[in-house]
């Protein structure tokens, strides 16, 4: 959907000027063809995995094994991403485990590898375990001991673990410097395979990463470690390959989905993004069990999409008012008065729905399906009210634009879709995010920072507003300064977010992953100062590794 000026003179409002966008254009519209997975050759891999499964669960079994030797055997089933084969087996030995512990004592026999491994898995199960375990690392001073220094394995393992870190762990605060400083001195000198994953961690934190990405890197690392069990690993590469097929078929249909829309000639102002809008659906549920919440979550990103244009990219201030009070009745009255294009996007929105409803009304999940359209409605409004300040040249104070942009980044929306079909998505979950729980809101503030710090140089280009240009304004700093704020406030953020999901807890860890997953997502797509989304190039390399080359197996 390429946008230029002259491809939209053929409008009926050709006069209008409008604030048209040069998006890139879609790299992947000839690069992936029709795919229909080979029968027996998925059978074939689906026998071996049964078979690999049974002796890895065997493996997990705590007989003749000591603490460390079963945590670091439960993390490598889960970097190498293999975890939902094993979920229940996993939950029942931390659970255990965290029975168990309250003797600090026992711990100063376990070098700092394994008590950061384990406070690092206790932690991202949501269980609160204490910094305490890190007492025995620290000198008189409060300071972490200098004969660390030289054990990289363990500045690894803590490094790690400092990311899953709290507001008042001031412990793992000095943890993260500690380790970066000496990480990054230390990896000239460091072997191959451990170099690579200590440049690796620098650059992406395993908390933060996509998992399906940060599996898909680990796998070939965890090759190349000569004391690696075999058999899990071929689990790995069998599973990995296996789930690329269905991802690969989910795909298509999404490209053809979307070619079925008619995008090119009735959305031409609109980014033509159905790859990027599936690859996000992946990397927030890659498990096999949610194929049809992926399918729903791409179709709806890529309707958002549409949508964000027409706000950002395309309509005037009065057609935004008209498609925005539209959207409260959520009929079409009033639609004659929209240009051709915006007339065709808002119906194909009205369509879209109308179809998702009947399919949740069968199976009794219309509570969910109200949840959802109400997000819809918020959405244009808060859109409105952002193209209002940028249309206009009046730019808010950042304090406005953020409690607004946590709604336009469309967060809450994605998570309504997604709940739309999640069997663990009950009503009292939906009547959960109704109450705009800090988590939401953690999450949808994180997505709406990075998201401006990764594009604001192309919104800057074409005269629109970002979290940057606000921040700017109210503290009169400069560009680089505000940037910096911006990514203190997302790490702070990644605090609340990590509190909010210890227990105890009433929601599903399902319901909290997939929202962890979705600021995860956005984190790796524009840590680079560049919106990956917009401009495709920049997460080629994860499409690539997660849909579109097959593992070797």
Same mark, same amino acid.
């Given at each position: ?33 029709? @795919? ?6 998925? /059978? ?10 049974? /002796? ?41 485990? %965290?029975?168990?512990?309250? $003797? ?17 898995? %206790? ?8 910094? &305490? ?53 230390? #990896? ?34 965890? #090759? ?33 989905? &979307? ?19 599936? %690859? ?47 959207? /409260? ?74 409690? $607004?942009?946590?709604?336009?980044? &469309? ?41 401006? @710090?990764? &594009? ?60 962890? $997953? ?36």
């Amino acid at each position: 959907m390429a946008s230029t000026q002259s491809s939209l003179h053929s409008n009926s409002l050709q006069e209008t000027v409008r604030p048209l966008a040069a998006f890139p254009e879609n790299i992947w519209a000839d690069r992936i063809a029709p @795919f229909t997975p080979d029968k027996e050759e998925h /059978e074939m891999y689906e026998r071996e995995i049964e078979m690999l499964k049974a /002796e890895v669960a065997s493996m997990l079994l705590p007989t003749g094994k000591t603490m460390t030797e079963r945590f670091d055997f439960i993390d490598k089933i889960e970097r190498l991403g293999v975890s939902h084969h094993f979920d229940i087996e996993i939950e029942n030995q931390l659970q255990e485990f %965290f029975n168990v512990y309250t $003797n600090f004592g026992e711990y100063s026999a376990y070098d700092l590898s394994s008590a950061a491994l384990q406070f690092r898995l %206790f932690r991202q199960h949501g269980f609160n375990v204490s910094c &305490g375990i890190f007492d025995q690392f620290i000198d008189a001073k409060g300071k972490f001991k200098e004969s660390l220094c030289n054990d990289t394995r363990g500045l690894l393992s803590l490094y790690d673990a400092s990311h899953v870190r709290t507001h008042g762990d001031e412990i793992l605060e000095e943890a993260l410097a500690f380790t970066t400083t000496h990480l990054t001195s230390g #990896g000239p000198r460091l072997d191959s395979t451990l170099a690579k994953q200590v440049k690796y961690a620098l650059e992406q934190p395993l908390h933060k990463g996509i998992p399906r990405y940060e599996a898909w890197h680990y796998i070939s690392i965890y #090759g190349e470690d000569e004391s690696n069990y075999k058999l899990l690993l071929r689990l790995a590469k069998l599973d990995y390959h296996l789930l690329q097929m269905s991802y690969k078929q989910e795909l298509c249909e999404i490209i053809s989905w &979307g070619k079925g829309l008619e995008s090119v000639s009735k959305f031409p102002y609109a980014r033509d993004r159905f790859v990027e809008c599936y %690859f996000w659906a992946v990397g927030t549920l890659y498990e096999p069990q949610h194929s049809l919440v992926r399918m729903t979550f791409a179709k709806v990103a890529a309707l958002i999409t549409m949508i964000d244009d027409i706000y950002d990219a395309y309509g005037t201030v009065d057609e935004l008012q008209i498609l925005t009070d539209s959207a /409260e009745r959520w009929d079409s009255s009033g639609a004659d008065q929209l240009s051709d294009y915006i007339r065709a996007s808002y119906t194909t929105l009205l369509k879209f729905n109308r179809e998702v409803a009947e399919k949740l009304a069968k199976k009794q999940r219309t509570y969910a399906f109200d949840k959802y359209i109400e997000e819809w409605k918020q959405y244009l409004t808060t859109n409105l009210t952002q193209s209002r300040w940028f249309l206009t040249k009046e730019l808010p104070s950042f304090a406005d634009y953020i409690s $607004n942009g946590a709604i336009t980044i &469309g967060v809450y929306l994605t998570a309504s879709a997604a709940f739309l079909d999640m069997d663990n998505a009950s009503e009292d979950v939906i009547n959960w995010m109704s109450t705009m729980p800090k988590l939401m809101f953690a999450c949808s503030t994180h997505a709406r920072l990075i998201n401006d @710090f990764g &594009g604001h140089k192309f919104d800057k280009e074409r005269g629109s507003g970002t979290a940057l240009e606000c921040y700017m304004k109210d503290y009169n700093v400069s560009e680089e300064e505000a940037a910096k704020k911006i990514r203190e406030m997302c790490e702070d953020i990644w605090k609340v977010m990590n509190e909010e999901c210890l227990r105890p807890t009433p929601i599903p860890r399902d319901i909290l992953k997939m929202l962890l $997953n979705i600021v995860r997502v956005g984190e790796t797509t524009n840590k680079h100062r560049i919106d990956g989304f917009t401009q495709p190039h920049a997460i080629e390399e994860f499409i690539r590794a997660m849909l579109v080359d097959f593992m070797s197996v």
